[in-house]
């Protein structure tokens, strides 16, 4: 039986193969074993699995000629953009073609009276604020990994990135979508306006993960570079009276262009590993960006620093210039690999939890940490309550793997008690697929698979994404970096 | 209306709760759209329980439902349908919750927007979507027609503004989309779809609104110019430099003119366009944003440029805008009111455009909006009892949407579709996408029960 599935594969591989020849050039189908292999996973890289083809189409054409052949020999696409995902949602298919769109990486054009750029899927995110910045304008949502992480990518999985507390997430920042149907039908959603007439498809498709449908372009919102940028860092001695700090600055009305926290252990780390001048006897640090005209950024310095030290601050400090100011973010953006060089092995989560109960959770974690006897770092978007710890274990060690997902899924499962949410901004993917039962119901998570029916009836589109079905929901997952293999080792993250 | 189902309505609703006699029902059968449908029952349930038993009724009964609010949408959704139930939602208007660290406001559809505003200012907050309507409107309506107002020029669309909702569905499910938080990417964006499908998908029951600061302090400005050109490109300039004001209002030259005839507003008689601007921060902040603000106002027709240098010299500038729908009013109480957008800088295009559908059809127009969107209402001053012009508004209108979908625009940029412009969102909307929208209706609503033969083309 093993073996004649198998060969039935393979037929059905190399009819598949002389067909994408008949609408794409030899060079954009890769099929052999060494050519798959660099696409067999994407920042998540505990999970791996080779596809059936990898194609590498330029133009939209190409992409309907591909879906529309995959849909009639009814074949899985996933859709891939620069694969820095750290959920898996760009994880090959055993049966399907990955479609890359790499190859889709022209920014079309920025119109700076419309104060909006229109790209194709595979431009670099960073790559836009760079075209746009000769014309004073900017492309705000900043991943971590903005230098290398594709707009497509963005789009899929509505990323954030440190700044999206003032200025919201993809979804906030963009206009129209071209995309191409499961029946390799060209539309285009959204509107160059406040709002288009009818359902709000743009926002379905943003985060969708791929399983509605393939973006083939984008139109962005530029926002104008701010006049001035500054940051304070603040000291604790305390980790709940630094997350009582972050709500006191919301409420009194001040959205900070972005709002972080580290607490001991990632400062520690990371000041060994970067030399970011940190206060290393601290319990906690708030690095806290405010941006504006002048005069605005002065008046917020002295309303934070003043809310900062009434929270019990015991040290606060202005970036006295843009290299300090740097500095400063540089060891936040290096916290990861910072924290990897302390153990063996680490696991991240990305729960979010309304900001009011920070101090509550922070303190709560402290305390699953001693009885699990596992250390945790947390480096995190405090402001938005997105929340990243880091449970530092050894996979060596007998035991230690399974107390770490026991104790991981317990923190998520305190997120959703809260009020909270199991990812906020790294999307469910392959990775907390399991974890979508606790958040939602069943009736839930029935509407999205009618959702999703109602885009893609076959399934065709990454199936086993996002959406668990509903006898699935069991067990706890999460990403896991092993001997400090870090995917991407080089990328700021998070 | 059923018997059988009016008495199964009965039994978990309290007399004060049901309307069933016509004359009773009548005034809950139209909206500002002034169009009109008897409806067979009225309902005033007073929990998301009750929501839900009514919506699993109306299927078992096969009855089609209409969410309503306070009736002052313009579109017509709703507008009754001929015996069918009209659920009002006047009586779920509590405030649940205000949680100003987490910057949240959990309400029941039925409260209106002034309330909301109110009681957030009480902390501090307000909630950005501001339509003009304000003072009457719900919530509830805010959010099933997107219904966004001046201020959207920076803080954005009811979308932007509402972390989460708790509904029935069509088929009678109950559903909760969103998060408490501001970051969230846990399967679709259920939220953004419910919000501005008019009613058509799920009935909300309780909304999370995501609350905004008050900016310390305010400054007004009225800039005024010879010409659209001028104006339209101080519009986009304003738009480009990085101080984004809270209000960029726009009033063409007919406007202008009818204000100066029916009011005692005085302004300079070249003028053929007239901005307000608003610009919100830290009071330290303002004197540079206004300077920011003139430097991008220098075009080539500049006329003036006020800075209101109190409260009263506030309302002296925004007499001349709030004297335009009094003014309107007398010269044509019928007028149509559309509310297109076109890309900013096609707005010239589309008023000389409709300057010249103007003189062709020999009716009046005149175009204020919201410009720092493109979004702008498009007035057809006619008057049903000259034959001529009655005649000639319809295939006027007809032509004016072309004219905007010829210009890259969009036919209604917060009013919404509803009964109105049905006919015409099928020259916008590519068949495909309201193909897969028709699904979505589907997945929501197998029955058809929600609103139906509304929003679409039929």
């Known amino acids: ?359 509550r959770v922070l303190k709560t974690m402290a305390d699953l940490s001693k009885a699990y006897g596992l250390p945790v770092a947390n480096v995190f978007h405090a402001g938005d309550g997105n929340l990243h710890p880091l449970i530092l274990y050894d996979a060596n060690k007998p035991g230690e793997l399974e107390r770490t997902e026991a104790f991981g899924g317990k923190i998520l499962e305190l997120c959703v008690e809260v009020g909270g949410t199991i990812t906020g901004e790294h999307g469910v993917g392959i990775e907390k697929i399991n974890q979508m039962c606790v958040q939602f119901k069943p009736l839930e998570l029935t509407q999205f698979h009618a959702i999703k029916a109602a885009f893609d009836p076959k399934g065709l589109l990454n199936p086993g994404k996002a959406v668990p079905t509903l006898h699935r929901c069991a067990e706890f997952g999460a990403m896991h970096i092993h001997h400090g293999e870090l995917p991407f080792p080089e990328l700021e993250r998070f | 209306m059923n018997t059988d189902f009016l008495q199964a309505l009965g039994k978990f609703l309290s007399n004060e709760q049901l309307l069933s006699k016509p004359d009773e029902c009548w005034a809950y059968g139209y909206d500002n759209s002034r169009r009109h449908g008897q409806p067979g029952v009225v309902v005033f349930p007073s929990s998301h329980a009750q929501v839900l038993q009514i919506v699993q009724l109306c299927n078992q009964y096969k009855v089609p439902i209409v969410p309503r609010g306070r009736g002052t949408g313009t579109v017509g959704a709703a507008v009754a349908i001929e015996n069918g139930l009209v ?209 991008a106002a220098q075009q080539s027709g500049l006329l003036s440029f006020q800075v209101a240098a109190s409260q009263q010299a506030v309302n002296a500038l925004w007499e001349t805008r709030k004297a335009l729908s009094p003014a309107l009013r007398n010269v044509a109480p019928k007028k149509l009111n559309e509310d297109v957008v076109v890309p900013i800088t096609n707005i010239p295009r589309l008023i000389h455009g409709l300057e010249e559908l103007s003189s062709r059809y020999g009716i009046p127009i005149v175009n204020f909006g919201h410009a720092g969107n493109g979004n702008i209402h498009v007035n057809l001053l006619f008057d049903p009892d000259n034959e001529a012009q009655a005649a000639n508004a319809h295939t006027c209108l007809d032509e004016m949407f072309t004219l905007v979908l010829a210009l890259d625009g969009t036919l209604s940029g917060e009013h919404g579709v509803g009964l109105e412009k049905q006919n015409y969102i099928g020259r916008e909307l590519d068949p495909v996408a309201m193909g897969l929208m028709r699904n979505i209706k589907l997945v929501f609503d197998p029955n058809n029960i929600l609103n139906p033969d509304k929003s679409f083309p039929g």
């Open chain 2, 87 to 295: 659920l009002s939602t006047e009586r779920m208007n509590r405030i649940i919750r205000t949680d100003t660290a987490n910057r949240y406001m959990i309400v029941e559809p039925g409260v209106l927007n002034q309330t909301v505003q109110d009681q957030a200012a009480d902390h501090g907050f307000f909630w950005p979507p501001d339509p003009s309507s304000a003072a009457f409107c719900t919530i509830g309506g805010n959010l099933a027609y997107n219904a966004a107002g001046p201020r959207a020029v920076k803080y954005g669309t009811p979308r932007e503004n509402v972390l989460g909702l708790r509904a029935i569905t069509g088929d009678g499910k109950e559903i909760k989309t969103g998060v408490l938080t501001t970051k969230g990417v846990v399967g679709y964006d259920l939220t953004r779809l419910l919000i501005g499908s008019e009613g058509s998908l799920a009935i909300i029951t309780e909304a999370t609104l995501k609350l905004t600061p008050l900016p310390e302090a305010k400054r007004t400005i009225q800039i005024i110019y010879a010409d659209i050109e001028s104006a339209t490109q101080a519009v986009a300039s304003i738009m480009q430099q990085s101080v984004v004001p809270c209000a960029l209002e726009f009033i063409d030259g007919a406007a202008i003119n009818m204000v100066r005839e029916y009011s005692s507003v005085d302004l300079p008689e070249q003028a053929g366009a007239m901005l307000m601007v608003e610009v919100d921060g830290q009071e330290a902040s303002l004197n540079s944003a206004t300077a920011s603000i003139e430097k």
């Open chain 1, 1 to 359: 039986m093993q073996t004649s599935k198998h060969n039935q594969t393979a037929i059905q591989r190399s009819t598949l193969i002389d067909a994408l020849r008949t609408i794409l050039v030899d060079d954009a189908i890769l099929f052999e074993q060494e050519d798959l292999k660099p696409y067999e996973c994407d920042g998540l890289s505990a999970y791996r699995q080779l596809p059936l083809v990898v194609v590498l189409p330029e133009t939209i054409p190409q992409v309907q000629a591909i879906v529309k052949l995959c849909q009639q020999h009814e074949i899985p696409v996933v859709a891939r953009g620069a694969g820095t995902g750290l959920s898996g949602g760009a994880l090959p298919h055993s049966e399907g073609v990955l479609l890359s769109l790499a190859r889709f990486n022209q920014i079309l054009d920025i119109n700076v009276q419309q104060r909006t750029a229109r790209v194709q899927p595979g431009v670099r995110n960073l790559a836009i604020s760079e075209a746009a910045k000769k014309f004073g304008l900017y492309y705000a949502p900043d991943p971590s990994s903005q230098i290398a992480c594709s707009i497509g990518g963005n789009v899929a999985e509505n990323s954030g990135g440190v700044h999206c507390l003032k200025y919201g997430l993809t979804v906030h920042n963009i206009q129209q979508l071209k995309i191409i149907t499961i029946d390799g039908e060209l539309i285009e959603i959204g509107a160059q306006g406040l709002d288009a007439p009818g359902y709000d498809l743009l926002a379905l498709l943003t985060g969708s993960e791929g399983m509605l449908g393939i973006i083939v372009e984008i139109t962005v919102t530029l926002l104008p570079i701010p006049e001035r940028v500054q940051v304070l860092l603040a000291a604790f001695d305390d980790v709940v009276k630094a997350g009582e700090a972050v709500g006191n600055i919301i409420s009194a009305g001040i959205i900070p262009a972005g709002l972080e926290m580290m607490d001991k252990l990632a400062i520690q780390a990371a000041e060994a590993f970067v030399h970011a001048g940190y206060p290393v006897d601290a319990e906690a640090i708030l690095l806290c960006e405010l941006d504006g005209t002048n005069e605005e950024v002065s008046a917020h310095i002295l309303t934070v620093r003043k809310i900062l030290q009434d929270s019990g601050a015991t040290e606060v400090r202005t970036a006295r210039d843009e290299t300090e100011r740097m500095t400063f973010w540089k060891g936040r953006k290096a916290a990861f690999p910072a924290v990897g060089r302390l153990s063996p092995d680490y696991y991240c989560m990305d729960g979010t939890i309304p900001r009011k109960h920070l101090p």
